[in-house]
Each structure stands twice: as C-alpha cells, then as structure tokens.
C-alpha cells in the first residue's frame, strides 16, 4: 500500500520526491530525534555524536538517520526539531531521544521504570497541537495545509526496554498488557494525526532489537536466552515479531476507519534482516560490538554511562565497517541503508496499482514428509491467513513427474529462505518479493524447520 492520489505509485518510481509531500511531521524517539536534546547536558549534543557529519546535532549517530534520507528522498529540507523549529513550515520534528511510548506514571502501574522518558508519545501530540494552533488557526484550515504532508510515527522499543531493564520477562509483558497498550496508544496517535488533517502516515514497527548491542549485552546475563546465527538475542526478536503483529491488525482496523487516509507501515524488523542477510558484501565487519565502546563494559550498568563521551568510552577508527554507532543506535551509514530499503519497500512491488506484500510471520511451522500439500495449504491458511498462491503444476520447475508436489509462497527478498532448502528455484514477481516453491517432501531439519516466509496480499 503507497500514497496512490500522487504519481508515487509508478512503477519505475522509487524516491518520495514524486510523491508530492509538501512537509514532514514526525513522532518519536532517538532512532529519529533531531535535535530536541540540544541545550541540554545529554552527550547526543557533544562530540563524537555527529562525527561523520563534523558536528554535534542532538542526533544519536555519528551523522544522519533514517529520518534525514526520508527527507532527502522526498526533497524536503531536513526536519526541523520542534525546540528549534524554523519558519519555512516544510514540517517539524518531535522525537526527543529516550521518549517512551506510554507516560511515566503508566508505565509505573505496571512496575516499569523508564529512566529515560522526557516527552512520551502523549506529550509530543500536545506539541502537535500547540503548533498547529499556531499554524493553521482552525480545523478547516488545518484539513487543507497537512493533506500533502507526510507524518511519521515510530514508538514502542524504549518502553520494552524499560520493562526489561525493570526486570520483567517477555512473559510478563505480554501478560501485563503493555504491548497491547503500547499498540493501542499508537493507534490513536494515527487516528488522532488523520483527524487533523493527515492523509498520509508512515507508521514504523520495531526492529530486529535483540540485534542492539545495549541487549545482547543485557540478555547474557540470562541463562536461558537463546541466539540465532547472527549472535542477536532470538527470544527478543521474537517478541518483537510480536510487537508488530499486533500493530499490523491495528493498522488493518486504521485502513477501515479511515479509508481516506493511506496508511503504511515501515518494516524496520525486515529492513535489519535485509542489512544483515547482506552484511558482508555491504562492507560492515561488526554487528554486536559499537563503534563507540566501553572499556570494562561488565562494570557499567547505567545506559547513560554506555553513550559515546561517557568516561570510559572510546570511538573505533573506521565507522563505516560498524552498524552501531553506540550500544543502542545505528550508524549513518546503517541508517542510510535502512532508510532506503524502507523507501523502496513502501512502493509498489509491480505494475498495475500498488500491490503490498506484508510479512505475516517469520514461520511457516513444522512440515513432516507425512503431510500432503492439501493438508498444509488449509494449516497455512487458517494459522496464517497466507494466500497461497497456487499449487505448482509446472512440471519443469518441480522436477518431477508429479504436479502436486510443490506449492507457491509469497516471501520477502529479505527472509531467511535459503536457496539449498528450494533446490534453487527461484522465480521473480517484481521489486524484492518473489514466488518460492517448496517441494512437499524436503527432509526439513534444524533452522529449516518452519521454512517459508508467509506474505500476505493486500491492494
């Protein structure tokens, strides 16, 4: 799904400049703060933040984030942070780093103390509406000056990360009903933004976060955790998988409530799968050690103290061979590739309208040799809500006399499928998703167990 009411929805287009966005109104925390840190004593405001870039913006990187490719890709200035906001009315920006998706005092009844959470979601939408009383005077006039803007809202890590510095399971969290109402609060955000006046809204996911060096780090405490081949921290993606299931089915109920209003969802979780099924040859050497370390790392707890100036750190000599620039946040060069994978990831896969395929789930369970396609075509279905393609019948590609002994999925560029688990067949839809064919009695083992990306179609 892509903004169809501007020309975007090309095919051969892939930069938001042709999307006609007028300005970008953004919502969030570190991953896309600005500047609104700067007058204060955080270390984002001090050198060697903003390293690359020679100079200390507020900005937790060694140079620009996703948010800034955004704005470049849309040939938009730079977004202005609210504390420091221009006169040009091409947007603002109100993420402060820290920011958490629920208040303090919420986040308390659960038991969750967040260090870290100066201006949460709710008060950045006050912000929002202190400015638009400023800028458009009324509702009608604000209806008219947002319809050709981009908002973009990314909240819900620091609040896990706040539960699980407060000593809370993932069991816990979902128990609790945090994430339900993390994704809720983020909701209402859309809704809120949409009846203002938004007819375009970006809402971003979580990442693969068991992949950020501040958790790794956390999780080896944790005898039990379990890591996948990356090193990455496997209970915390997949919760994070969780995460945004949830705010999928949310967004679906969005779309039906707005229907005016387009409404698309960044994949950060298969945006970081793409960087690291692609490390390598991107040039990166390290994935779980920042560039800006800590010496005797076991003895700092604080987060603040594991942040690039604190006592004790030190700043490696090649940033661009690091995908994290301190424990927590990426460096530009990992912000810029995952800002273009998302860009390129929000238009649409083919021609003739803008077809989107959503990831559903990294599993698509356990296929024994004993089951038919038939048996696990309706599995699929009625776990998933997969569409299957079609059962594959050509007999070339299936390599057997037997027309039933394949199936078709739908699976992102960026998914686990392994060439070895398909015998190699592979055969391209358009943009990055391709049709897979599974053979139904491969001797399925180890990590190739619950083979198969599942996407589902939407228009």
């Not at 955080?42 to 870039?53: D, M, R, V």
């Not at 068991?210 to 993606?237: E, H, L, M, W």
């Not at 050690?289 to 100036?309: A, I, R």
């Not at 569409?387 to 299936?398: K, L």
């Given at each position: 799904m892509i903004f169809p009411q501007y020309s975007c929805n090309a095919q051969n287009v892939r930069e938001l400049k042709h999307c006609g966005f007028d300005a970008i109104y953004n919502l969030g925390s570190?991953?896309?703060?600005?500047?609104?840190?700067?007058?204060?004593?955080?270390?984002?405001?001090?050198?060697?933040?903003?390293?690359?870039?020679?100079?200390?913006?507020?900005?937790?990187?060694?140079?620009?984030?996703?948010?800034?490719?955004?704005?470049?890709?849309?040939?938009?200035?730079?977004?202005?942070p609210f504390k420091n906001l221009g006169e040009t009315h091409r947007g603002v920006n109100f993420a402060v780093a820290g920011a958490t998706t629920l208040s303090n005092e919420a986040l308390a009844e659960k038991n969750i103390f967040a260090k870290f959470a100066p201006v949460y979601l709710g008060a950045q939408l006050?912000?929002?509406?202190?400015?638009?009383?400023?800028?458009?005077?009324?509702?009608?006039?604000?209806?008219?000056?947002?319809?050709?803007?981009?908002?973009?809202?990314?909240?819900?890590?620091?609040?896990?990360?706040?539960?699980?510095?407060?000593?809370?399971?993932?069991?816990?969290?979902?128990?609790?009903?945090?994430?339900?109402?993390?994704?809720?609060?983020?909701?209402?955000?859309?809704?809120?933004?949409?009846?203002?006046?938004?007819?375009n809204v970006l809402v971003f996911?979580?990442?693969?976060?068991?992949?950020?060096?501040?958790?790794?780090?956390?999780?080896?405490?944790?005898?039990?955790?379990?890591?996948?081949?990356?090193?990455?921290?496997?209970?915390?993606?997949?919760?994070?998988?969780?995460?945004?299931?949830?705010?999928?089915?949310?967004?679906?109920?969005?779309?039906?409530e707005h229907p005016n209003a387009q409404i698309v969802d960044g994949d950060f979780y298969n945006a970081m799968q793409s960087l690291l099924d692609n490390?390598?040859?991107?040039?990166?050497?390290?994935?779980?050690?920042?560039?800006?370390?800590?010496?005797?790392?076991?003895?700092?707890?604080?987060?603040?103290?594991?942040?690039?100036?604190?006592?004790?750190t030190i700043v490696c000599s090649k940033i661009e061979e690091y995908v994290y620039w301190d424990f927590a946040h990426w460096t530009q060069k990992a912000n810029q590739y995952l800002a273009n994978w998302i860009i390129q990831d929000i238009f649409p896969k083919k021609s003739g309208g803008p077809t989107h395929m959503r990831l559903i789930s990294g599993r698509a369970g356990l296929w024994t040799p004993s089951e038919t396609v038939e048996s696990v075509s309706a599995r699929h279905r009625a776990a998933n809500s997969v569409?299957?393609?079609?059962?594959?019948?050509?007999?070339?590609?299936?390599g057997s006399s037997s027309p039933k002994n394949r199936m078709k999925f739908l699976c992102s560029y960026g998914g686990k499928i392994m060439p070895r688990a398909v015998d190699g067949h592979l055969k391209y839809i358009g943009g990055e998703t391709r049709v897979i064919a599974i053979p139904r009695d491969i001797n399925l083992s180890g990590d190739d167990k619950g083979i198969g990306v599942l996407i589902k179609r939407e228009v």
């Open positions: 570190s991953v896309s703060d600005t500047g609104n840190l700067m007058g204060s004593p955080a270390y984002q405001t001090k050198f060697p933040y903003g390293k690359t870039i020679n100079k200390a913006t507020g900005r937790s990187s060694d140079g620009w984030l996703i948010i800034d490719y955004i704005a470049k890709s849309a040939d938009l200035p730079l977004v202005d006050a912000w929002l509406d202190k400015y638009l009383e400023g800028y458009c005077h009324n509702p009608e006039a604000c209806q008219n000056a947002l319809k050709s803007s981009l908002f973009t809202i990314n909240f819900g890590y620091n609040d896990y990360y706040a539960a699980l510095s407060s000593n809370q399971t993932i069991t816990e969290m979902k128990k609790n009903g945090l994430v339900t109402e993390v994704v809720k609060s983020i909701k209402d955000a859309v809704s809120k933004v949409i009846d203002q006046g938004a007819k996911g979580v990442a693969k976060d068991g992949c950020r060096p501040i958790t790794v780090n956390a999780q080896s405490a944790n005898k039990s955790a379990t890591y996948d081949g990356f090193g990455c921290a496997k209970d915390i993606n997949d919760f994070c998988l969780y995460h945004n299931q949830l705010l999928q089915e949310a967004l679906e109920e969005l779309r039906k490390f390598e040859s991107l040039g990166f050497k390290s994935l779980l050690t920042p560039c800006c370390d800590v010496k005797n790392k076991d003895q700092v707890t604080e987060f603040k103290d594991k942040l690039c100036g604190a006592i004790n569409e299957i393609i079609e059962d594959m019948a050509d007999e070339a590609a299936a």
